[in-house]
Nanobody, 124 residues
Framework: QANLVESGGGLVQDGGSLRLSCAVS????????MAWFRQAPGKEREFVAC????????YYADSVKGRFTISRDNAENTVSLQMNSLKPEDTAVYYC?????????????????WGKGTLVTVSS
């Protein structure tokens, strides 16, 4: 049974940084692409970033490109999202996601497993 547990959310000021982590168990971690999605209040869940199983290929939403960095540690079964230059519009619940087909461009329906989310609030 897959289990994805996010951590690292919190309150940060405009322009600040946060690092999210996701601990994963119950799957062959290196065979899965891992991604982060987010959902702001009243909005649909949207793709943020993805990293393939090898860790060599990443892909970002235009809204976070150059500010966020996704990484993974296949020895520790973790995936992280370093978020810099945060803006109030980055405020959302951030979800860790796993794709069994190791794709790099994911939509909501592609995800096999979800975490429960961690809240990031950026104050202006």
């Amino acid at each position: 049974q897959a289990n994805l547990v996010e951590s690292g959310g919190g309150l940060v000021q405009d322009g600040g940084s946060l690092r999210l982590s996701c601990a994963v168990s119950g799957i062959t971690f290196g065979a899965y692409a891992m991604a982060w999605f987010r959902q702001a209040p009243g909005k649909e869940r949207e793709f943020v970033a993805c990293i393939q199983g090898s860790g060599r290929t990443t892909y970002y939403a235009d809204s976070v490109k150059g500010r966020f960095t996704i990484s993974r540690d296949n020895a520790e079964n973790t995936v992280s999202l370093q978020m810099n230059s945060l803006k109030p519009e980055d405020t959302a619940v951030y979800y860790c996601a796993a794709d069994a087909r190791n794709r790099i461009r994911l939509t909501y329906s592609d995800v096999a497993y979800w975490g429960k989310g961690t809240l990031v609030t950026v104050s202006s």
